[in-house]
């Protein structure tokens, strides 16, 4: 929303928007810091050439997420190509651990994985986990 507003915008309204994004984001960032959040990183390594089916898979996957307690944002992340592979992570941040942990004993997991190994030809090995807590 505010990258369509701030593309159609004259110069100098943009910076109003961007100060306005600004505002927002450091009030909402001293709010999450008040809470034990948890990130979940799934890193996968992507076969050459398949980069783009990958990116539609995630464009159109269908989470199950949004509405369960504790969820709060997802961001699919790329990194630089390494040994002919790029490389993306999934990022979800949730308020804390056990917010996670309860969704990942949910049928709203289940169904968000119901069909993951239909996509293997995509992967080269298996998506690597790491869970962390926000230190500051």
Known sequence: ??????????KRQRSIIIK??????????????????????NRFRIIPDRHADFEKLWLNYQTHREKV????????IKGKTEKGCAIYASHTTWRNQQDFLTW???????????????YSK???????????????
């Open 20 to 41: 306005f994004t600004t505002h927002v984001f450091l009030i909402a960032n001293s709010c999450l810091r008040s809470l034990d959040l948890y990130i979940a990183f």
């Open 104 to 118: 990942t004993k949910s049928e709203s997991f289940r169904r968000a994985h119901k069909n993951a190994g239909d």
């Open 1 to 10: 929303l505010f990258l369509s507003i701030f593309v159609r915008y004259k």
């Open 69 to 76: 307690p504790g969820f709060l944002f997802f961001d699919l």
């Open 122 to 136: 995509l992967y080269l090995g298996h998506p690597e986990f790491e869970g962390i807590e926000v230190a500051l």
